[in-house]
């Protein structure tokens, strides 16, 4: 393979793009790169739309349903330059058609890249479909506030086209696969800005019928072969010490499984993501103040780093930053699939909760988070058991309310939420209206809420929201749904 092959490749990978529906995949916001694309193509070609139909077929369900209505478009293509598959001048490809049947993604008279991708229609018959990276032909828009960003997406298409053509010359031979490591559970700290959970060192076997390797990622959990020969790969991630495989992922199926079988054509490729998990356990018990067993204590790990804060607000740590566990019936909990390293045990660190409704406090027993003892989690190790007494219980308080339409008619069903107003990421609290429209609901003394009320049925959906801080008991509050 030349030096120069894939250095043409480089593109924006988790860009949103809103490309013609596809056939042959579910929906995603992973943009595959151009020879990912181009490895599971049939065809691939520069095209002029001459003709385009629109075919709409019934789907009959159950017996007693209505039929659903699956529309497509076939669009006949007169080919300006073929790169592969594509060999006659005029060739039909199919675009998957709206719900509503109106409107075509690729516009008759408009110049397009096409990939087309294979697959079989409603009644069984191979047909080809425009798929990702099918795109438009023409010049891209130069809007003076964005011209960096169409500066690049130039740029990709300028290298997008220049990699096809080195393909159809025949300048480019060899297939790559390329991927990255990585933790399933790894906890954000308080100065983490991104996904910063790769992992180094894990081994990838790559096999097929004539070869054998082994390669290891890098420090930032990638690894990268190129030069392979066409043919069908099995890869397979070994495990490092303290984790456990979980799942491998891959674009061209979108599906998960622990081993991973690819089929690669000369200068296709194709990317895959192995997820591991941590098999370390957190244990211990907490019980009362009489050694009474405590039933659905909320406790989490958080990063070490969190003792540098000189105090700890409700939503000061978020969901996304803890690794969390309840206690059962015995007062004990267990955090599973934890990440070697260095964490504090807090119980309800993000905010206490009806369910948990125990001030925040830090293992050994400590209010204050910059007194909270370091805990070690040693490589699938379990750690502990990490016990606590908890002698504080905080107030709770109950709402019962009542839903009514404006006419004073009762809401019934409707879906009553309760969650912190400062943290609208947390676990809501749920009820449901009775027939009355009547509801209850618990919730902290001096705690302020958002309570939210939504309702729907086939015909409409409605909401509404509103704040209350829990002082005492309420016994009447009243809200009015408005239909829209």
Not at 81 to 96: D, L, P
Not at 206 to 212: A, D, L, N, P, Q
Request: aromatic fraction near 10%; charge should be negative.
């Amino acid at each position: 393979m030349k030096a120069r092959s894939w250095g043409l490749l480089s593109t924006l990978l988790l860009t949103m793009v809103l490309w013609p529906n596809q056939k042959l995949t579910a929906s995603t916001y992973y943009t595959p790169t151009v020879c990912e694309a181009f490895n599971l193509a049939k065809a691939v070609f520069i095209g002029r739309v001459v003709n385009a139909s629109l075919k709409r077929e019934y789907v009959y369900g159950d017996e007693g349903d209505e039929p659903s209505v699956s529309c497509s478009n076939e669009l006949v293509f007169d080919v300006i330059e073929s790169f592969s598959g594509a060999s006659g001048r005029f060739i039909t490809v199919w675009e998957s058609g709206h719900e509503t049947c109106e409107g075509l993604d690729l516009t008759p008279g408009e110049v397009y890249l096409v990939y087309a991708y294979e697959d079989e229609d409603e009644g069984g018959d191979k047909r080809l479909w425009a798929g990702v990276r099918t795109r438009s032909i023409g010049p891209i828009s130069n809007d003076q506030w964005e011209q960096q960003y169409y500066r690049e997406l130039q740029k990709e298409h300028d290298e997008e086209l220049e990699f096809l053509r080195s393909v159809s010359r025949k300048s480019l031979s060899g297939a790559r696969i390329f991927g990255v490591a990585r933790s399933s559970r790894r906890i954000r700290s308080k100065d983490d800005k991104g996904r910063e959970d790769s992992l180094a060192g894990v081994t990838i076997k790559i096999e097929s019928e004539r070869k054998s390797l082994e390669v290891k990622t890098d420090s930032s959990g990638k690894f990268d072969v190129q030069g392979l020969e066409p043919g069908v790969y099995k890869l397979t991630a070994v495990s490092l010490d303290g984790y456990v495989l979980a799942r491998s992922i891959n674009w061209q199926s979108l599906s998960a499984s622990r081993n991973k079988e690819l089929s690669l054509r000369d200068c296709g490729c194709a990317r895959l993501i192995f997820e591991l998990d941590p098999s370390a356990n957190v244990e211990g018990q907490v019980l009362d103040a009489e050694g009474k067993p405590l039933v659905g204590v909320e406790m989490s790990l958080i990063s070490e780093k969190w003792r540098e804060e000189e105090e700890i607000k409700d939503g000061g740590i978020k969901l996304f930053q803890t690794l969390n566990g309840k206690t059962d019936e015995g007062g004990r909990y267990k955090i599973e699939k934890v990440e070697p390293g260095r964490y504090l045990l807090g119980v309800n660190a993000i905010c206490p909760t009806p369910q948990s409704p125990y001030p925040r406090a830090f293992y050994p027993g400590v209010s204050d988070i910059r007194q909270a003892e370091v805990i070690t989690v040693e490589p699938g190790k379990a750690a502990g058991p990490y016990d606590l007494r908890l002698t504080h219980q905080l107030e709770k308080h109950t709402i019962r309310g009542i839903v009514v339409w404006p006419d004073n008619t009762p809401v019934a069903g409707a879906q009553i939420s309760l969650f912190p107003s400062d943290d609208w990421l947390r676990k809501s609290y749920d009820a449901t209206t009775d027939e009355r429209g009547r509801f209850t609901i618990e919730g902290l003394k001096d705690y302020e809420y958002t309570i939210q009320v939504y309702w729907s049925d086939k015909e409409s959906k409605t909401s509404e929201e509103e704040k209350l801080k829990f002082t005492g008991d309420v016994k009447d509050l009243k809200i009015v749904l408005s239909r829209q």
